[in-house]
């Protein structure tokens, strides 16, 4: 678990500009401006450290402001699946907006910073504003279509295209938040770590890898992910990025990414969708949402 800050030299809830939270649709300068000041309990984490353990009772979200978590399920034979990666602006726990014991854990991949806000508050900030519970309930609803896509992964695709297909998933969400660099962005995981989370050993994955870098498409270096071919890449795994459901980042946020080989050019952009109805929504409905 983690401690209270103590002051010193941890960064400003202006931190969670340009994460996913910030981002998302729909919100005004003024549920910005809420945002930022419930968000003011704001605490430095170590890597590997446990923001939550399975099983256990917490009434707080971790919204993570900076670095890396994986939301994970430890087994009975005592081996790990990593069964969601948290990037920065994703709430590492949403399901505790209902519900008091989870049957995960989540713990920091990279060191980094959290958001920490207790579950009356978010009531409250729901309560205040519509636009907020809206965007709470929209990323939840994202993060389940992302488990669907992993468990599919999981389920039907081979080990490379699983590989290939984590990889595509990490680019776009991190060009979506302004965290790639052209076609490379950092990958904080250990092989054993990308092993969990797609079913693999860790030897497996190094032979993967070493596979689509003989391909030509790949090259995994001191951690750092350089994509050569991303059109080929995508083509191989079949990767489309409608289900990370991009049409929830606000239209003045959208980033653009290549062409994937599964169908043409493709924007970071917002879809059309029925318009928004504030008396519509919840904190209920917010809490309701579920979760990967």
Known sequence: MIAANDGKDLPTPSALQNTRLWISARLEAADRDALFRVCDDIRAVNVGTDLLRQRTTTNDLYILLDGWAARYRLMED??????????????????????????????????????????????????????????????????????????????????????????????????????????????????EQIGDSLGLTGVHVNRTINSLRVMGLVTVHHRRVTIHGWSELSALCGFRPAYLRLETIDEQFARTIPLTGAYGKTRLERAARPAFNPSATSATSATSAPSG
């Open 78 to 191: 005592g081996s790990r699946h990593i069964r969601a990666l948290a990037l920065p602006g994703d709430i590492c726990n949403v399901d505790a907006l209902r519900f008091d014991a989870l049957d995960y854990g989540v713990m920091m991949l990279s060191s980094g910073t959290v958001a920490v806000l207790p579950r009356c508050r978010a009531d409250a900030l729901f309560a205040a504003r519509p636009a907020i519970s809206y965007a709470f309930w929209s990323l939840a609803l994202a993060e389940n279509s992302i488990l669907a896509e992993w468990s599919a992964s999981i389920g039907r695709r081979s080990a490379q295209q699983r590989v290939a297909h984590f990889l595509c998933e990490l680019f776009v969400r991190l060009t979506a938040i302004g965290e790639a660099e052209g076609l490379a962005f950092d990958l904080p995981l250990t092989q």
